[in-house]
């Protein structure tokens, strides 16, 4: 059993920031990818950014240049720094944690980020 605990969600102004962590807890030793993803309503959940343990990254070229995706392994924990926020940013954001780049993984439960002036 996986557990992903998410937070660091919340409102912003265009142009914001924000920083949201997902701690992972549980049977978790072999799995080596973490990340986020997201849903705007309508849309489909898209990938945000991946880090491997050894700090290889996997951006969507949306968020390039204004996301940093980080990770503390002795914490078992990752950080999603979000700059320059835009409102087409906003979405529920999901934790992701896999085995491999290829694994569909195990998610928490979201955490809701709205950008709006």
């Known amino acids: 059993q996986v557990q992903l605990v998410e937070s660091g969600g919340g409102l912003v102004q265009p142009g914001g920031s924000l920083r949201l962590s997902c701690a992972a807890s549980g049977s978790i030793l072999s799995f080596d990818v973490m990340g986020w993803y997201r849903q705007a309503p309508g849309k489909q959940r898209e990938l945000v950014a991946l880090i491997a343990r050894g700090g290889i990254t996997n951006y969507a070229d949306s968020v390039k240049g204004r996301f940093t995706i980080s990770r503390d392994n002795a914490k078992n924990t990752v950080y999603l720094q979000m700059n320059s926020l835009k409102p087409e940013d906003t979405a529920v954001y999901y934790c992701?944690?896999?085995?491999?780049?290829?694994?569909?993984?195990?998610w928490g439960q979201g955490t809701q980020v709205t950008v709006s002036s």
């Open positions: 992701n944690l896999r085995a491999t780049w290829i694994d569909v993984g195990s």
